[in-house]
């Protein structure tokens, strides 16, 4: 009897398991509606910024922008957006690895030297840096709060100014793209200096024609830090699409294997019970049998 009572009290517990991954999946659709909306509006925008982007700067020196100066990468800073919360599968996990691995195979001279510093974005990684000795700059855990531009945009400014002031010659921008509930991938991206136009891209755009008012040096001059603005929001707000997604789909995957737990623990309850009866009815027959004997 006691392997009953075990076994009823795992099935509880699996149960109650259950019925919180089923919730906790409910909460992550509703929520991942609500975040695809935000990305799915803002990404024609975005792209057709860094088109434009790329079309008036195209013909630009580096010296027109301070956010288009190449500088040999001696301090490097490294944006990683990840999540506050974690039961979302490999989500942070994957995010944290490519962040690791970007600067394995490109820095790994400037943190030998201490000169890699992070911005994390969540929580995760946040922790995950900190712990490991990094030069984590600031605290931004709040943002998924009150996720909205001008917020992102503060966190965008310092790094900017950063930049300008010599702190950084190099950042880079880590994050999870947004492509489904199921599919997530990660990109690894340059984010400042502003990267200059590949050429299959100034082929393509070369016949675009600008009336430019007043002029296109001002022009770019506003468009520039805008446009870094933009991308690093487009940035949070896909990996905040992605968090969801992953959530759910995690959410889905532990339901599932809850309830072929379920199944297996009521098999195994039913043979216990079966096998606790026969044994029973075996010793009620055997006494009767004895007393009958004698």
Known sequence: MANLKEVRNRITSVSSTQQITKAMKMVSA??????????????PYANKLKELLANLSASLEDGSSPYLQEREPVRVL?????????????FNANVIKTA?????????????????????IGKKSQEYYQR????VIGNNND????LNFENASKITESIMEGFVNGDYDRV???????????????????????????????VKTANVDYILEPSQEEIVAQLIPKNIKIQLYRAVLDSNASEHGARMTAMDKATENAGDLLKALKLAYNQARQAAITTELTEIVSGAAALSSN
């Open 132 to 135: 490991r000795k990094y030069n």
């Open 143 to 146: 943002l998924y709060l009150d």
């Open 172 to 202: 880079e921008l880590v994050y999870n793209h947004f492509r489904n509930a199921a599919v997530q991938y990660l990109i690894a991206e340059q984010l400042l200096p502003v990267p200059k136009p590949e050429k299959q891209d100034e």
């Open 78 to 90: 490294v944006v990683v957006v990840s999540s506050n919360r974690g039961l979302a599968g490999a």
């Open 30 to 43: 509703a929520k991942l509606k609500r975040a695809t909306n935000a990305i799915v509006q803002l990404r």
């Open 100 to 120: 690791n691995n970007l600067i394995a195979e490109k820095y790994s001279k400037q943190l030998q030297a201490g000169n890699v510093s992070i911005v994390a």
